[in-house]
């Protein structure tokens, strides 16, 4: 009895492990597959309980990019931003972090816990700070401009990964490449850099998804329409009167938006999972 109930316990346990897994995959799919089958639906097939439109019709995208509002434009906007916060981002947290990781000076582990203090403050904290700054460096209103804010909040996170990653690294790869007489700058770019792409994958990739979504400083710092990046945009689509709701059009928006994330996340998975687990087990 014992034996056979020992056999059994792991056919339950798989099945509530598959079970409890396929719950979470249809709790978060659900809600992005209603999106893009709303985002096909107009008029009243919207409020049709049916999670299938009856008549698909792509009359909600094109009306985007041929309404009122340069939806295309702040597309190019968002792209624009979240690639320039993205390289800057990784460009400098590649050598802080070789300092944090691989120089030895008092106060490092502080000044570590420092950057990554930053991240822990609420955006509206310093709101009124930044706006002073983007103002006072006249790029208020600028769509570029925003990557000021965005790179403030997205280096603690990559220094910290990235500092992890480069701890690991083999000590004897930088000195063989000091005795060949690399400087810091060629130890960095041609000798760690081929090492480091696991780490800048994930933390780019994370950057750009957290640069790409930001919705209150965008709001805050841009009112030039044509200035406006995509999360804003999505905000003030607006029906055909005051009344309206033009859900289909803000479905349709949000598929724009989300689909290349998922094509990313799902393209370079491996690279992000070992980015962000590097370090976490010694040897």
Not at 77 to 93: C, G, H, K, R
Not at 128 to 143: H, K, P, R, V
Not at 252 to 269: D, E, G, H, K, Y
């Amino acid at each position: 009895m014992i034996a056979q109930g020992d056999t059994q316990r792991p056919m339950w346990g798989s099945i509530a492990l598959y079970s409890l897994a396929a719950l979470v995959v249809v709790i978060s799919v659900y809600p992005f597959l209603y999106t893009i089958t709303t985002s096909f639906k107009t008029g009243t097939a919207l409020f049709d309980a049916s999670l299938w439109p009856k008549s698909p019709t792509w009359k909600n995208y094109i009306q985007l990019f041929e309404g009122r509002q340069p939806f295309g434009r702040h597309l190019m906007n968002s792209i624009m931003v979240s690639t320039v916060t993205v390289a800057i981002s990784l460009l400098m947290a590649i050598t802080a972090s070789y300092a944090l990781g691989r120089i030895q000076f008092r106060g490092k582990a502080t000044l570590l816990l420092l950057i990554l203090a930053v991240s822990m403050f609420p955006q509206v904290a310093v709101l009124s700070g930044m706006f002073e700054l983007m103002q006072a460096l006249g790029l208020y209103n600028l769509s570029i401009g925003l990557v000021v804010p965005y790179t403030v909040f997205t280096l603690p996170f990559t220094v910290w990964v990235l500092t992890t990653f480069m701890r690991g690294l083999p000590k004897e790869l930088e000195e063989a490449a000091i005795m060949d007489g690399c400087g810091p700058t060629r130890v960095i770019f041609q000798v760690f850099m081929p090492l480091l792409w696991p780490a800048l994958v994930s933390t780019g990739l994370l950057a750009f998804i957290g640069a790409w979504n930001e919705f209150l400083f965008a709001l805050t710092f841009v009112n030039d329409d044509l200035q406006r990046t995509v999360p804003v945009s999505i905000s003030l689509i607006t029906g055909a009167t005051a009344y309206e709701v033009p859900w289909g059009s803000i479905m349709a928006a949000s598929v724009i938006v989300t689909v290349p994330l998922v094509v990313l996340v799902l393209a370079f998975q491996r690279k992000i999972v070992s980015g962000l687990t590097a370090g976490a087990v010694k040897g």
